[in-house]
């Protein structure tokens, strides 16, 4: 490979790296060649994307991504494939549904948000981790919440909303 294509497969993963906003780093090795094409189908089902790529150039990468990602450098060892979600929970949820027949794949590292997870014993917290849509949905959950005991409450005293307007309206009037 020479230096050309070196900097178009940083640049192409740098690209993913910023239009996905999250991403893994997975050991795959020592599996099968059937076994990984088993691992890309069920990426491709879940909408992640998978790329095998060197080291040196996942490195290079993630240097260029805004903000301090140097903490995931220790993980660059071995074979990596990397993982593009949009969602930053979804790869830890197939690693750990993958994960059952075997100890492979093996999770090295993980870029959420720009926050930096490493090794393997942070799956359990990702795969725990709420996706954006989740916590604004229990966000606005709590923002509706007290609306509603106020409604309630009006009705569990036998008062209604319309009865409340129609008085007010009448005092005013």
């Known amino acids: 490979m020479n230096r050309e294509e070196k900097h178009e497969v940083v640049s192409a993963l740098q690209a993913k790296m910023q239009e996905f906003g999250n991403f893994y780093i ?7 060649v059937e076994k990984v094409n088993s691992i890309r189908r069920k990426c ?9 790529a060197k080291n040196t150039l996942i490195r290079k990468a993630i240097e260029g991504l ?6 995931i450098f220790v993980a660059l060892k071995g074979q990596s494939a990397l993982l593009f979600s949009t969602v930053g929970n979804g790869p830890a949820k197939l690693i750990k549904a993958l994960r059952k027949g075997s100890d492979k794949p093996q ?6 948000d720009s ?3 490493i090794g393997d014993n942070q ?5 725990s981790l709420k996706s954006r849509e989740e916590l604004i949905g229990d966000i606005i959950g709590l923002l509706q919440s007290p609306a509603k005991n106020v409604i309630s409450a009006l009705k569990s005293g036998g008062n209604t909303i319309a009865g409340i307007v129609k008085t007010l309206q009448e005092r005013e009037g």
């Open 26 to 32: 997975a050991d795959t090795s020592s599996l099968s």
């Open 44 to 52: 491709f089902e879940s909408g992640i994307e998978m790329q095998v």
């Open 123 to 127: 799956l359990d917290t990702l795969v």
């Open 115 to 117: 926050t930096v997870f």
């Open 107 to 112: 999770l090295k590292a993980a870029y959420i």
């Open 66 to 71: 805004e903000g301090d990602a140097s903490e």
